[in-house]
């Protein structure tokens, strides 16, 4: 069975700094990878995926997120952050060349301080 | 906004209750779902409508029943709901087979008394 896993319930960053939010995953095969986010009172929107190629993928808003096979993980990276950035952010795999659905981690809640 | 749009965005309803959750979309999409989000929760999916499936997750309680009339609408029937079942229930929509992303619309906060 495949599972996503978001360590932290809640990332605070000081606006302008680098801000990382962890995601790994265990999926059969080669995953697809993709991270939404939400927004207060809106539904998610789709940010950024893995499908095959690069490991760095470049999404949305300036966010990025690397795909490492060795450490099964697909962390959202953004160089410096804004406090509009402030959001839900969910992690989600399937496995590749499949029809199986997405399976979503639990959200980590960003927190932008200015 | 997404294309996708749901409603009502607020419900609140007693146990005894039934009404109807209701999703459209005009993107020419023929994939569409109904999740399930609750606080610190992974999104739970309930229901797939697609040309090449439908699925329901088993654990979902038959108290929620799904309607697909077309592939531009999607319903959630509920009756006799418990408390626990007061959640966001979002739905999305996928435009094809070999297209991943998955378009949400922005939610029915659903509050079972």
């Known amino acids: 069975a495949q599972s996503v896993a978001q360590p932290e319930d809640q990332v605070n960053v000081a606006e302008g700094n680098p801000l990382t939010v962890k995601c790994t995953y265990s999926v059969s095969g080669n995953p697809y990878l993709f991270w939404y986010v939400q927004y207060p009172n809106r539904g998610l929107q789709f940010l950024l995926k893995?499908?095959?190629?690069?490991?760095l993928v470049k999404g949305s808003y300036g966010f990025e997120a690397e795909f490492n096979k060795s450490q099964t993980s697909f962390h959202l990276k953004k160089p410096s952050a804004l406090v509009s950035d402030s959001a839900l952010y969910f992690c989600a795999v399937r496995p590749s060349g499949s029809a199986r659905q997405l399976t979503f981690g639990s959200g980590t809640q960003l927190t932008v301080l200015p | 906004e997404t294309g996708v749009t749901q409603t009502p965005r607020h419900l609140v309803m007693g146990m005894t209750n039934k009404k109807s959750l209701k999703c459209e979309q005009h993107?020419?999409?023929?994939?569409m779902y109904w999740y399930k989000q609750s606080a610190k929760k992974p999104l739970e999916l309930m229901f797939v409508y697609s040309l090449e499936e439908r699925v329901e997750n088993n654990s979902v309680p038959s108290r929620f029943s799904p309607e697909c009339p077309n592939s531009s609408h999607l319903f959630l029937h509920l009756h006799t709901l418990q408390p626990e079942d007061s959640a966001l229930y979002l739905c999305?929509?996928?435009?094809?087979?070999?297209?991943?992303?998955?378009?949400f619309g922005p939610g029915t906060r659903l509050t079972v008394l």
């Open positions: 999305a929509s996928r435009p094809g087979q070999g297209t991943n992303e998955q378009f």
């Open positions: 993107l020419g999409h023929n994939a």
């Open positions: 893995y499908i095959t190629g690069d490991n």
